[in-house]
């Protein structure tokens, strides 16, 4: 592998960052006050993306298994900690998140590697745990928001089955499949529209990276049924374990 | 199924650190219709939740024919002491639907004529049950909640202000259909309520309930009898606490 040498790509990078200043100088000239958050972003992106593209370097270079699963638990931990901020309002909304995504994250990798789709190699497997938990983190949140909102807003229905006789799973199986069907949405119509609307990222990189479009295109069917998949299992985590947040095991409501 | 005896003894209960009910003690005979009357707030609706577990009781306040119902299984529990809210959530589907989910809920499947004598209990014709259960007057709501609750086979019903969302006449019709279903089903009722005139009519004893404590309790004819100085009737003047509607 080549070390990286950023300087060589600079003037397409400045390049692209003239763009980014006509936007600003218009922002300034309107007072839109847009053109500190642009400066904020940018400087922050050159810096992250500086630093893990020396750090995947160096990982990819020594390609230490326990090194890559020291990586994939270092990404889980920051999707569930964001997914779980975003949960709150659900009781241990954190254990929640975390449960949900490394479940999802680890079953969807853990047979992409296990079928051999990919090798347990730091070059093949942390892009792709990028894409799968980055993806997992949406579904989750979105999902547990949903839940919660469900559970809150249909009190009165839920009370009149639990009533009835139902078990907290069965008075709560109609919210539960809203939630989830609003969670994985997103996934499910970005999947149906796919080379329609928009030619999603990974294909994008490898046509640009100068691969054939039908090469390109094999990856990105094998990406999508992978996000598919794994925002499906995480949904399903999530909002099983979300929804038993607000039950006790008397099937009865918390008080919240 | 008999209908069974409730009893209700130093029960408590507070709500964030605040005290709603001290130390109220009842009960309900067999077959009794029994109101809880008293102002709006007062904790009568968060005490029948405890009655079926919708909330968790303390242990050894409440009793089923003298078990404790902390240690009953709570969902059969619930299908032998059934409820009816003040506000009517029926599920999407038609009143058919609606009327099966208690049995459907242990995979039983209820016959149509099944469901045209559960509707028929509570006073409605065979008909409705095709209708969508978004298209009902209140009054119908309320009633196919009421033969929805039934169609569990319940001995013991717990009604929380089951009329008060209703108009006078529907309210009439609901109260009528209540006295008739304790006559033919012999259930055993505990009916809360914020109307005095309401416990006159339906009630064969009544509890009044202020400020989380039982202040009066008889028979209506005693309480309400012209000229009484029992509270319930200084409650029914509008002089005490709650707001009347």
């Given at each position: 592998m080549t070390s990286l040498n950023l300087l060589s790509e600079l003037p397409r990078i400045l390049a692209a960052l003239f763009l980014v200043a006509v936007a600003a100088a218009i922002s300034r000239w309107q007072h839109l006050d847009l053109e500190k958050q642009m400066l904020v972003a940018v400087v922050r992106a050159f810096i992250q993306l500086t630093l893990i593209g020396y750090a995947l370097n160096i990982i990819f270079a020594a390609d230490n298994p326990a090194a890559i699963l020291l990586i994939l638990a270092v990404m889980t931990s920051i999707a569930s900690y964001t997914s779980g901020k975003r949960g709150q309002g659900t009781p241990h909304a954190m254990r929640v998140a975390g449960l949900a995504i490394t479940f999802g994250a680890a079953l969807t990798l853990g047979l992409l590697v296990g079928l051999r789709?990919?090798?347990?190699?730091a070059q093949q497997i942390i892009p792709i745990a990028g894409m799968v938990i980055g993806n997992s983190m949406n579904v989750c949140s979105l999902v547990m928001r949903r839940m919660r909102e469900e559970i809150k807003g249909r009190q009165l229905e839920i009370e009149t089955a639990l009533a009835l006789g139902a078990t907290r799973q069965q008075a709560v199986r109609p919210h539960l499949k809203t939630a989830l069907q609003s969670g994985m949405m997103p996934i499910v119509d970005s999947t149906k529209t796919v080379g329609l609307i928009q030619l999603p990222g990974a294909m994008t990189g490898m046509i640009l990276a100068g691969a054939s479009p039908l090469q390109a295109v094999q990856l990105q069917m094998i990406v999508m049924y992978m996000l598919i998949g794994a925002a499906a299992l995480t949904g399903l985590a999530a909002s099983w374990l979300s929804y038993r947040q607000f039950f006790t095991a008397n099937h009865q409501l918390v008080d919240a | 199924m008999p209908s069974p005896r409730f009893d209700i003894t130093h029960f408590s209960l507070s709500r964030h650190g605040l005290p709603v009910l001290a130390d109220v003690s009842f009960y309900v005979d067999p077959g009794e219709i029994v109101c809880l009357l008293g102002p709006s707030g007062g904790g009568k609706s968060s005490l029948l939740r405890c009655l079926n577990r919708l909330t968790e009781p303390p242990p050894q306040t409440i009793f089923l024919d003298g078990q404790d119902v902390t240690e009953m299984d709570v969902l059969a529990l619930r299908r032998r002491v059934g409820m009816v809210f003040q506000q009517v959530a029926l599920f999407p589907g038609t009143v058919a639907d609606n009327v099966a989910y208690g049995p459907g809920l242990q995979a039983d499947n209820l016959p149509p004529e099944e469901v045209t004598r559960l509707l028929a209990l509570a006073d409605l014709p065979a008909e409705l049950a095709g209708r969508d259960s978004q298209e009902l007057s209140g009054g119908q709501a309320q009633r196919v909640a009421l033969a929805r609750a039934l169609a569990t086979g319940p001995a013991a019903m717990l009604l929380d202000e089951p009329t008060s969302a209703l108009d006078p006449a529907a309210t009439r019709n609901v109260e009528s259909t209540m006295l008739k279903l304790r006559q033919s089903l012999g259930l055993t009722v505990l009916w809360v309520t914020h109307a005095p005139e309401q416990a006159r009519r339906v009630a064969d004893r009544v509890y009044l309930l202020v400020d989380g404590r039982i202040v009066d309790e008889g028979t209506p004819e005693h309480l309400f009898?012209?000229?009484?100085?029992h509270l319930t009737a200084v409650f029914a003047a509008g002089e005490l606490g709650g707001h009347e509607t």
């Amino acid at each position: 592998m080549t070390s990286l040498n950023l300087l060589s790509e600079l003037p397409r990078i400045l390049a692209a960052l003239f763009l980014v200043a006509v936007a600003a100088a218009i922002s300034r000239w309107q007072h839109l006050d847009l053109e500190k958050q642009m400066l904020v972003a940018v400087v922050r992106a050159f810096i992250q993306l500086t630093l893990i593209g020396y750090a995947l370097n160096i990982i990819f270079a020594a390609d230490n298994p326990a090194a890559i699963l020291l990586i994939l638990a270092v990404m889980t931990s920051i999707a569930s900690y964001t997914s779980g901020k975003r949960g709150q309002g659900t009781p241990h909304a954190m254990r929640v998140a975390g449960l949900a995504i490394t479940f999802g994250a680890a079953l969807t990798l853990g047979l992409l590697v296990g079928l051999r789709v990919f090798t347990f190699t730091a070059q093949q497997i942390i892009p792709i745990a990028g894409m799968v938990i980055g993806n997992s983190m949406n579904v989750c949140s979105l999902v547990m928001r949903r839940m919660r909102e469900e559970i809150k807003g249909r009190q009165l229905e839920i009370e009149t089955a639990l009533a009835l006789g139902a078990t907290r799973q069965q008075a709560v199986r109609p919210h539960l499949k809203t939630a989830l069907q609003s969670g994985m949405m997103p996934i499910v119509d970005s999947t149906k529209t796919v080379g329609l609307i928009q030619l999603p990222g990974a294909m994008t990189g490898m046509i640009l990276a100068g691969a054939s479009p039908l090469q390109a295109v094999q990856l990105q069917m094998i990406v999508m049924y992978m996000l598919i998949g794994a925002a499906a299992l995480t949904g399903l985590a999530a909002s099983w374990l979300s929804y038993r947040q607000f039950f006790t095991a008397n099937h009865q409501l918390v008080d919240a | 199924m008999p209908s069974p005896r409730f009893d209700i003894t130093h029960f408590s209960l507070s709500r964030h650190g605040l005290p709603v009910l001290a130390d109220v003690s009842f009960y309900v005979d067999p077959g009794e219709i029994v109101c809880l009357l008293g102002p709006s707030g007062g904790g009568k609706s968060s005490l029948l939740r405890c009655l079926n577990r919708l909330t968790e009781p303390p242990p050894q306040t409440i009793f089923l024919d003298g078990q404790d119902v902390t240690e009953m299984d709570v969902l059969a529990l619930r299908r032998r002491v059934g409820m009816v809210f003040q506000q009517v959530a029926l599920f999407p589907g038609t009143v058919a639907d609606n009327v099966a989910y208690g049995p459907g809920l242990q995979a039983d499947n209820l016959p149509p004529e099944e469901v045209t004598r559960l509707l028929a209990l509570a006073d409605l014709p065979a008909e409705l049950a095709g209708r969508d259960s978004q298209e009902l007057s209140g009054g119908q709501a309320q009633r196919v909640a009421l033969a929805r609750a039934l169609a569990t086979g319940p001995a013991a019903m717990l009604l929380d202000e089951p009329t008060s969302a209703l108009d006078p006449a529907a309210t009439r019709n609901v109260e009528s259909t209540m006295l008739k279903l304790r006559q033919s089903l012999g259930l055993t009722v505990l009916w809360v309520t914020h109307a005095p005139e309401q416990a006159r009519r339906v009630a064969d004893r009544v509890y009044l309930l202020v400020d989380g404590r039982i202040v009066d309790e008889g028979t209506p004819e005693h309480l309400f009898r012209p000229g009484s100085q029992h509270l319930t009737a200084v409650f029914a003047a509008g002089e005490l606490g709650g707001h009347e509607t």
